[in-house]
T-cell receptor, first 111, second 115 residues
Framework: LAKTTQPISMDSYEGQEVNITCSHN???????ITWYQQFPSQGPRFIIQ???TKVTNEVASLFIPADRKSSTLSLPRVSLSDTAVYYC????????????FGAGTRLFVKA | DTAVSQTPKYLVTQMGNDKSIKCEQNLGHDTMYWYKQDSKKFLKIMFS???????INETVPNRFSPKSPDKAHLNLHINSLELGDSAVYFC??????????????FGSGTRLTVV
């Protein structure tokens, strides 16, 4: 199972772009990289998933270098409501997507 | 419509009791899971069910027993509750892709407090 390492916390201001990097040095060939967002008293919410290069959706972008040993979640123009914990997960095609959540990155957006 | 719904949202009970948490998903997903989030906010997988078959069981005490009557439901029954079982329990589901799985959809959680 690929272990992930993320910064414990980050601070930002409204309107800024935030980049959160995750290290996953022992990622396997079939592993996807997935990011989740969790607010207090709620379940984690899927943000974005990718395998290589760049993926973009209406919420975020995910940058994955060629060696896939790290990934960067990019949140454009954050707002106060983006204050949450962000988890980077790496998992593959084993039945049930055997995945370990790390401690996540606590993002605090200030006015 | 709630995609993954679990009940109850809060559960307070005494040590030694038996309790159940129910989960239902209306997404048509293949696989359902139970996760436990402890006081330090770490999320740990407990069980995974794929088309009603248990495929992961991560060193969980046998006091915990998942039951899946069909692929849309995965219930969690806990016998002889202990203080250390106090946590938030999340149900989740996902759909298999050609390689791997799409991301999880989580329920809103059940906060279990054992007193």
């Amino acid at each position: 199972l690929a272990k992930t390492t993320q910064p414990i916390s980050m601070d930002s201001y409204e309107g800024q772009e935030v980049n959160i990097t995750c290290s996953h040095n022992n990622i396997a060939t079939n592993d996807y990289i997935t990011w989740y967002q969790q607010f207090p008293s709620q379940g984690p919410r899927f943000i974005i998933q990718g395998y290589k290069t760049k993926v973009t959706n209406e919420v975020a972008s995910l940058f994955i270098p060629a060696d896939r040993k790290s990934s960067t979640l990019s949140l454009p123009r954050v707002s106060l409501s983006d204050t949450a914990v962000y988890y980077c997960l790496v998992g593959g095609n084993t039945g049930g997507f055997k995945t370990i959540f790390g401690a996540g990155t606590r993002l605090f957006v200030k006015a | 419509d709630t995609a993954v719904s679990q009940t109850p949202k809060y559960l307070v009970t005494q040590m030694g009791n038996d309790k159940s948490i129910k989960c239902e998903q209306n997404l048509g997903h293949d696989t359902m899971y139970w996760y436990k989030q402890d006081s330090k906010k770490f999320l740990k997988i407990m069980f995974s069910y794929n088309n009603k078959e248990l495929i992961i069981n991560e060193t969980v005490p046998n006091r915990f027993s998942p039951k899946s009557p069909d692929k849309a439901h995965l219930n969690l029954h806990i016998n002889s509750l202990e203080l250390g079982d106090s946590a938030v329990y999340f149900c989740a589901s996902s759909q298999k892709r050609t390689v791997g799985y799409y991301g999880y959809t989580f329920g809103s959680g059940t906060r279990l407090t054992v007193v």
